[in-house]
C-alpha cells in the first residue's frame, strides 16, 4: 500500500488532520487489554484506495532542540513515504521553520502536496497566498476543526500514488522477524539465509525500504522473507525511538501473513515487545513467538518452561501462538522454524465444511448448553466460515447479547479442539437470526 505522511512543524494541526483521515477505522480496532495505542501509523482509504498513513508529529523526539525534531520528523517522512502532505497554517502564516522544512522536501524529489490548515472560514481563504512562495505549487485549503477541503487534498494525493504493478500471487508463504531494537532480527535473518539447505532464488528491494527475499526450504516449501529491519538509517532517531521502530513493525506486519515475533532472552520481557506484539495480534495476522539468544541463559530443566510461563502470563491474548527457543548465534532450532511457518500459514488460510463445523458447534452445545446474560438464555442455531486469514466464523443465535464472554471462550476453545489452527487467531462473530 502507498504511505503518505504527514509533516509540518509543531501545532500546525497534523494529529487532528490525522485522525480525521484515519476517522472510523481507528475507533473500531479492538482494544487489547495492556497495548498503549499509539495513532502514528494507521490505515486509511480514500475512495477506493487504500494506504497507509504516518503522523510524524507523533513521534516522540526525547530533548531534542525544536528545530531539530523539525528536521528529523521530516526526515522520517522523506524515508519513508511515497506522497507527503507538508502542513502549515494559515492562521499563524509563513515561519522559518515551514521554510527549513520546505528545503528538504525540495531536495527530496518526493510527490509533495501543500495543506494550508485553519482555514476554518470563507475570508481565511485570502490568507493562503503567501504559501505559493514555498514552491510547491497550490495550496489547499483545510480546515481541521470542520473537516472541510480534505476531500481536493486527498483527490491530489491519490493523485500522486506510485504506479504499482499488482503483487503476483503465488503459493510463497510471506513472513516477517518484528521485535523491538536489538532482540536480534537482522542476526536471524542472516542466520536463517545462511542455512545450508536453504536456497535463496532472489532478492529484491522493494520501493519502500523492504527487502523480500524468496528461498526455498529443505522440505521444498517457497517463502518470501520481508526483512524491514535490516535496513539500517543513519542517525539516532531510527534507533532511538519507540514509536518508529513501533512503525517499521506495522509495515512488516502489514506486508505479511505470518508474524514472528522476537524476544531477547537475555533481557527479558519488557513493555515495547508486547507493544509490538499487540499490533501483530490486532492486525489478525499469524503469530509465532520466537525468543533468541537462548544461547545466552545458564539453564536447567526448568529454565525453558519457566520463560514459557512467563510469555504466556505476559501476552493472553497470543495464547494461540507457538513458542520456539532459538539462537541466531549458534543456529539452534533455525531449522525448525521453516515447517512451522508453513503449519500456521496453512492454520490461517483454513477453510471448515459447515457441515463438520455445526457437528462441532453441537458437541460443544451438548457439552456446556447454557450461557445466560441477566437471566436471558442463548440459543445457538448454526455456525459457518465466512473468511480466512485469519478464519472468521459467523454464529447465528437469538440474541447476540446473551452469549456471556466466557462462552464465547468455550466455543472457541472448543473449534481449537476439534482443529488445527496453532498460531492463528479466530474471530468468531455473533449475528441475531
Ligand atoms: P535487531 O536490532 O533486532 O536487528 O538486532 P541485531 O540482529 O542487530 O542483533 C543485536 C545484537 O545481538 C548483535 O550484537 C548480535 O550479534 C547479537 N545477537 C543476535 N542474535 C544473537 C544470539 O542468538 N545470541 C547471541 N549471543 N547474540 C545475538
Known amino acids: 500500500f502507498p504511505v503518505v505522511a504527514v509533516v509540518g512543524r509543531p501545532n500546525v494541526g497534523k494529529s487532528t488532520i490525522f485522525n480525521r483521515i484515519a476517522g472510523d477505522r481507528i475507533s473500531i480496532v479492538e482494544d487489547t487489554p495492556g497495548i498503549t495505542r499509539d495513532r502514528i501509523y494507521t490505515r486509511a482509504e480514500w475512495l477506493t484506495n487504500e494506504f497507509r498513513l504516518i503522523d510524524t508529529g507523533g513521534i516522540d523526539m526525547g530533548d531534542e532542540p525544536f528545530m531539530s525534531q523539525i528536521v528529523q520528523q521530516a526526515e522520517i517522512a522523506i524515508d519513508e513515504a511515497d506522497v507527503i502532505v507538508f502542513m502549515v497554517s494559515a492562521r499563524e502564516g509563513l515561519t522559518e521553520a515551514d521554510e527549513r522544512v520546505a528545503k528538504m522536501l525540495y531536495r527530496s524529489k518526493k510527490p509533495v502536496v501543500l495543506a494550508a490548515n485553519k482555514v476554518d472560514n470563507i475570508e481565511q481563504r485570502s490568507e493562503i497566498y503567501e504559501f505559493y512562495a514555498l514552491g510547491f505549487g497550490d495550496p489547499y485549503p483545510i480546515s481541521g476543526a470542520h473537516g472541510t477541503g480534505l476531500g481536493d487534498l486527498l483527490d491530489q494525493v491519490v493523485a500522486n500514488f506510485p504506479d504499482v504493478e499488482a503483487p503476483e500471487e503465488d503459493d510463497a508463504v510471506r513472513f516477517s522477524f518484528i521485535g523491538r531494537p536489538n532482540v536480534g532480527k537482522s542476526s536471524l535473518v542472516n542466520a536463517m539465509l545462511g542455512e545450508e539447505r536453504v536456497i535463496v532464488s532472489d532478492i529484491s528491494g522493494t520501493t519502500r525500504d523492504a527487502i523480500d527475499t524468496r528461498f526455498t526450504s529443505e522440505d521444498g516449501d517457497e517463502f518470501v522473507m520481508v526483512d524491514t529491519a535490516g535496513i539500517r538509517k543513519r542517525g539516532k532517531v531510527y534507533e532511538s525511538t519507540e514509536k518508529y521502530s513501533v512503525m517499521r513493525a506495522m509495515r512488516a506486519i502489514d506486508d505479511s501473513n505470518v508474524v514472528l515475533v522476537v524476544l531477547n532472552a537475555e533481557e527479558g520481557i519488557r513493555e515495547q515487545d508486547k507493544h509490538v506484539a499487540g499490533y501483530a495480534h490486532e ?103 465466512v473468511a480466512i486469514q485469519p478464519p472468521t466464523f459467523v454464529v447465528f443465535v437469538n440474541n447476540p447479547e446473551f452469549m456471556h464472554f466466557s462462552y464465547e471462550r468455550f466455543l472457541e476453545n472448543q473449534i481449537r479442539k476439534s482443529f488445527d489452527f496453532t498460531g492463528t487467531p479466530i474471530h468468531l462473530i455473533k449475528r441475531a437470526r
Open 283 to 385: 492486525a489478525g495476522r499469524a503469530v509465532i513467538i520466537v525468543v533468541n539468544k537462548w544461547d545466552t541463559l545458564e539453564k536447567d530443566n526448568h529454565t525453558m518452561t519457566d520463560f514459557e510461563n512467563q510469555i504466556r502470563q505476559e501476552f493472553q491474548y497470543l495464547s494461540y501462538a507457538p513458542i520456539v527457543f532459538v539462537s541466531a548465534l549458534t543456529k539452534q532450532r533455525l531449522n525448525k522454524l521453516p515447517a512451522l511457518i508453513k503449519q500456521v500459514n496453512d492454520n490461517h488460510r483454513k477453510r471448515i465444511q459447515s457441515a463438520t463445523l455445526n457437528e462441532v458447534i453441537s458437541d460443544a452445545l451438548a457439552l456446556n448448553p447454557t450461557s445466560t446474560v441477566n437471566g436471558k438464555r442463548l440459543r445457538v442455531y448454526y455456525a459457518t466460515q
